[in-house]
C-alpha cells in the first residue's frame, strides 16, 4: 500500500465511502507490522487485504437495518513499520491517542497481534477503568517469547501491566506457565474446551467488563475452517454467529468501546476466504457498536 494513497476502506471503485478525517466517528489505522511472528508469514499484508476484500462487502447491513458507513469512517496512511517494534508501538500509540481524544473510534488492523499493546495504552490513558475483552486462541501471557518481551506471544502480559481488567475468549493453547499465571491472577478466562457443545455466554462474558471496553480480535479465535489465513491455525474455535452474539451482547449491554483491532491475518494464495471473513467482521461491528442498543 501507498503511504501517500492509502486505500480506503469500502473503496468500490467508483470512490471510497468514507468522510474527511476531521468528521470521521472511527478511524480505520492499517498497521503492516510483522516483526516477531514464530510460525506462519504474511502479516504484513493483512490490512492490504482486508481493505481490498471491503470493496466487496454491501453497504447495507439487513440484520441491523442501517448501513454502518454513515456514521463516518476514514482511512488513514498505513502506519510505517520499519522502524524497530519499541518505536512503532510507540508512535501507533501517539496516533491512537491522538484520535480517541478527538472524539473518534480507533479501529487498527494487523498486522500482528503486538500492535494491540499501542492501542489500548492510548485508551488507558483516557479511560481508567478500561477493560480489555481479548477474542483469541491463544493466551499470549508469556514474559517474554523469542527474546522479545513485545512478542505477539507476549502481548496480553504487557496489557496487564497497564492495570487493565482483562477478560479472554476461545483461548485453546497455552503453556504451563500462562495457565499457573492465570490462576495466580484469577484472570477471567471463557476457554474452548468448555464450551464444546454449546455457545458461549456472551450475555455473562460482557458483565464482566467494565463501562468503557477495548475489544481485540486475533483472527485465530476463529475455526481455521472459517478463517483458515491465519499465523497460528488451531482446531476449533469459535463461528461466524459467536462473532454476531458478541456484538449484540456489547450493543445490548451499552458497553463503549472505544477501540478494536482484527489482527494476525495472513492472507493465503488463491484464497480470499479469509480476508472477506475479516472485512465483514470489521463492518459488522461498526454497526453494533454505533447503533442504539437493543
Known amino acids: 500500500m501507498s503511504d501517500s494513497l492509502p486505500i480506503q476502506f469500502l473503496d468500490d471503485g467508483t470512490g471510497p465511502v468514507s468522510v474527511a478525517p476531521e468528521a470521521a466517528r472511527a478511524v480505520i489505522i492499517p498497521v503492516p507490522l510483522e516483526k516477531t511472528v514464530s510460525y506462519l508469514t504474511g502479516t504484513a499484508s493483512g490490512p492490504e487485504g482486508i481493505l481490498r476484500a471491503s470493496a466487496q462487502v454491501e453497504l447495507y447491513d439487513p440484520e441491523l437495518d442501517l448501513s454502518p458507513f454513515q456514521y463516518g469512517l476514514y482511512t488513514v496512511a498505513p502506519l510505517d513499520c520499519s522502524a524497530p517494534l519499541e518505536e512503532i508501538l510507540e508512535r501507533l500509540r501517539s ?10 473510534k480507533v479501529v487498527c488492523l494487523g498486522g500482528e497481534h503486538s500492535l494491540s499493546l499501542a492501542p489500548i495504552q492510548a485508551a488507558r490513558r483516557l479511560c481508567p477503568g478500561l477493560s ?163
Not at 486462541?137 to 505477539?152: I, M, V
Not at 497497564?162 to 483461548?171: D, N, P, Q, R
Request: net charge negative.
Open 132 to 294: 480489555v475483552l481479548h477474542l483469541d486462541a491463544h493466551a499470549d501471557l508469556r514474559n517474554s517469547y523469542g527474546g522479545s518481551p513485545h512478542s505477539h506471544a507476549c502481548v496480553m502480559r504487557r496489557v496487564l501491566e497497564t492495570g487493565a481488567k482483562t477478560v479472554s475468549v476461545g483461548v485453546r493453547s497455552l503453556s504451563r506457565p500462562e495457565m499457573e499465571l492465570i490462576r495466580e491472577k484469577r484472570l477471567r478466562l471463557y476457554p474452548a474446551w468448555r464450551f464444546r457443545s454449546g455457545s458461549y455466554p456472551w450475555d455473562e462474558i460482557v458483565s464482566d467488563l467494565s463501562e468503557e471496553v477495548y475489544l481485540t480480535v486475533d483472527l485465530d479465535v476463529f475455526d481455521p475452517s472459517a478463517v483458515p489465513g491465519v499465523g497460528t491455525p488451531e482446531p476449533g474455535g469459535l463461528g461466524w454467529d459467536d462473532a454476531l452474539e458478541m456484538g449484540r451482547a456489547l450493543r445490548s449491554a451499552g458497553r463503549n468501546v472505544v477501540g478494536f483491532d482484527i489482527v494476525e491475518l495472513c492472507p493465503r494464495p488463491g484464497s480470499i476466504v479469509s480476508e472477506f471473513f475479516a472485512a465483514r467482521l470489521l463492518y459488522k461491528l461498526i454497526g453494533c457498536l454505533f447503533s442504539e442498543k437493543s
Open 95 to 104: 496516533l491512537a491517542e491522538e484520535r480517541m481524544r478527538a472524539g473518534q
